[in-house]
């Protein structure tokens, strides 16, 4: 007997070219067959899909959980928004410094901590991207990996002389470095110098073992941040785009591929690339050095917003929103294939914190950064399907890529032996997207009044279904993932 059969699906799977109709049988929280016209009496419960679409779980490889609210809080309310989106494995950027858990030290200590803390609040699978800020946690980077299963690390090219917010000299308070460091490109060297001897050092690893970086460099950013607030000609999204230009973006991933070239650092992830110049440099550097295994990530808020948003402020994130120019050229790269993977960057800012009440307006007071987890796959689906985007290519970028990359060998796909992450998903179902029905603690969404067509109507992780029509279902049951998953 099955634990749960999944009757009359339309199978959208990864690396295939058609949809196909079909029964998912899972015990053990695991896929145990994919068939047509599986026997409803082999299964102890029957779940009918009504000819639903049947995406694997979305594997979120880029969020900020506990960032700007406490971790025991954000892990919470943000694994309910992923899982409302169809998430089911969650991957999150932490570091020690301000904001996070606000404390420096070893990672020995600091990461314990995180996974206590994680412990029975995500209502989906979860797994950490680390930064190493300080010199001492390059040395912890194999520790990690062995002990932990941290496989992908993290830089913050502009952290050198940028805060999170703007132009900061405080950067030894900011990210708690230790007395006589620096968080520079010459840290950044080393770091890459480490993931290379791991990468070497443990061949059946390897390919699951990476380096990502956001790619934008302080000075460029601290003095177009002068002129632009000098001249005072621009404001909201527009006057952000001019502060951190594209450019910016292009010089870091130019820094970033010979660094990796120097240091024979293979498996390198461009975060969130946002512009034509971003991403050409980073096609140049694919081309320039071709034994690095280059990976191009864009977010689902890049795709969706431009600088012409109506609702302002509230899209404000690094690296900033764009003009629709370069929307349509991230579309015309996800469609050519030279994306890998699309996430949402979610970092949960609430209305208090976002924006000042006083100048609501004001885009240099409003802080960076904002959710949109839920938002992915209908997004993706929405504007992906005017433009030609097939469901089974949609199923590599939020689903396959993510999880081969990162090392959740279980994730990604719907077969055998794979874990039972399934999402049901009405691609004919229109919605506008309103705050007030997200399961967020943000309050607000910068796709407020957005008309998105494709609804996600219930979500199974490892085969327990936690959200169906609207609501989530159950306890929060969501495992921590030690990678890779070999």
């Known amino acids: 007997m099955y634990d749960l059969l999944i009757k009359n699906t339309k199978l959208v799977r990864p690396?295939?070219?058609?949809?196909?109709?079909?029964?998912?049988?899972?015990?053990?929280?695991?896929?145990?067959?994919?068939a047509p016209a599986i026997p409803e009496e082999e299964a102890k419960e029957v779940h009918d899909a009504k000819g639903l679409l049947a995406f694997p779980g979305l594997v979120d490889g880029h969020m900020h959980v506990g960032i700007y609210s406490p971790l025991?809080?954000?892990?919470?309310?943000?694994?309910?928004?992923?899982?409302?989106?169809?998430?089911?494995?969650?991957?999150?950027?932490?570091?020690?410094?301000?904001?996070?858990?606000?404390?420096?030290?070893?990672?020995k200590d600091f990461y314990p901590e995180v996974l206590d803390i994680s412990k029975g609040r995500y209502w989906v699978d979860y797994a950490y991207h680390l930064a190493p800020i300080n010199r001492g946690h390059i040395d912890e980077m194999p520790m990690l990996m062995n002990d932990f299963g941290v496989s992908s690390f993290k830089i913050f090219m502009f952290y050198g002389g940028h805060g999170l917010h703007g132009k900061s000299d405080q950067q030894h308070n900011f990210l708690k470095l230790e007395e006589g460091e620096k968080y520079d490109f010459a840290h950044f060297e080393f770091i890459m110098r480490k993931l290379s001897e791991m990468i070497e050092a443990n061949p059946k690893q390897a390919p699951h073992i990476s380096l990502s970086l956001h790619c934008e460099v302080a000075d460029i950013l601290n003095a177009y941040t002068s002129i632009v607030q000098k001249e005072g000609k621009l404001k909201g999204l527009h006057a952000y785009n001019a502060a951190r230009p594209p450019?910016?973006?292009?010089?870091?991933?130019?820094?970033?591929?010979?660094?990796?070239?120097?240091?024979?650092?293979?498996?390198?992830?461009?975060?969130?690339?946002?512009?034509?110049?971003?991403?050409?440099?980073?096609?140049?550097?694919?081309?320039?050095?071709?034994?690095?295994?280059?990976?191009?990530?864009?977010?689902?808020?890049?795709?969706?917003?431009?600088?012409?948003?109506?609702?302002?402020?509230?899209?404000?994130?690094?690296?900033?929103?764009?003009?629709?120019?370069?929307?349509?050229?991230?579309?015309?790269?996800?469609?050519?294939?030279?994306?890998?993977?699309?996430?949402?960057?979610?970092?949960?800012?609430?209305?208090?914190?976002?924006y000042n009440a006083d100048h609501p307006d004001d885009i240099w007071m409003a802080k960076s950064g904002f959710g949109g987890t839920e938002y992915m796959l209908s997004g993706l689906h929405s504007e992906g399907s005017k433009r030609g985007l097939s469901l089974n290519?949609?199923?590599?970028?939020?689903?396959?890529?993510?999880?081969?990359?990162?090392?959740?060998?279980?994730?990604?796909?719907?077969?055998?032996?794979?874990?039972?992450?399934?999402?049901?998903?009405?691609?004919?179902?229109?919605?506008?997207?309103?705050?007030?029905?997200?399961?967020?603690?943000?309050?607000y969404t910068p796709f407020e009044g957005h008309e998105l067509t494709g609804k996600v109507k219930a979500t199974f992780v490892r085969g327990n279904k936690v959200f169906e029509n609207g609501k989530i279902i159950g306890e929060a049951k969501g495992q921590y993932i030690k990678r890779p998953t070999l």
């Open 393 to 443: 290519r949609m199923a590599e970028l939020v689903c396959w890529n993510p999880a081969q990359r990162y090392g959740l060998l279980s994730k990604g796909d719907i077969a055998e032996g794979y874990d039972a992450d399934i999402v049901l998903f009405d691609p004919n179902e229109s919605f506008v997207v309103r705050a007030a029905e997200s399961e967020s603690g943000q309050g």
């Open 15 to 34: 690396n295939q070219t058609s949809v196909e109709v079909a029964d998912i049988a899972i015990s053990g929280g695991k896929v145990q067959r994919v």
């Open 247 to 354: 450019h910016s973006e292009g010089l870091a991933v130019f820094i970033a591929s010979y660094l990796a070239h120097e240091t024979s650092c293979a498996n390198i992830n461009l975060l969130h690339l946002t512009s034509r110049k971003a991403l050409e440099a980073a096609l140049m550097m694919r081309d320039l050095f071709p034994h690095i295994n280059f990976r191009r990530e864009v977010t689902i808020g890049h795709l969706l917003l431009d600088v012409d948003e109506p609702n302002g402020v509230l899209a404000k994130v690094n690296p900033p929103i764009r003009p629709r120019a370069d929307v349509e050229f991230l579309w015309e790269k996800v469609l050519s294939g030279d994306v890998d993977w699309v996430v949402s960057d979610h970092a949960c800012c609430s209305t208090e914190m976002k």
């Open 72 to 107: 025991a809080e954000d892990a919470i309310t943000e694994s309910k928004a992923a899982a409302m989106g169809g998430v089911t494995s969650a991957i999150t950027y932490f570091r020690t410094g301000e904001y996070y858990l606000n404390k420096g030290g070893a990672y």
